[in-house]
């Protein structure tokens, strides 16, 4: 089993709803996006906080 690197160790950002750190942003649509590798789905302000 793969552990996960802790969240307050990561230079990613947290993913909203699951702590995970994002290493990525899938936008698939003007309104569908998703974090990886969690798989949460975003909003736009998701992503917009997450990039900023």
């Known amino acids: 089993m793969t552990e996960l ?3 307050e160790e990561s230079s990613f950002p947290p993913c909203p709803f699951c702590g995970t750190p994002v290493v990525s942003i899938t936008s ?3 309104h569908s996006h998703s974090a990886s590798p969690c798989g949460c789905e975003l909003t ?3 992503v917009q906080e997450l990039q900023g």
């Open 28 to 30: 698939t649509g003007p």
């Open 5 to 7: 690197p802790d969240p």
């Open 44 to 46: 736009l302000a998701d």
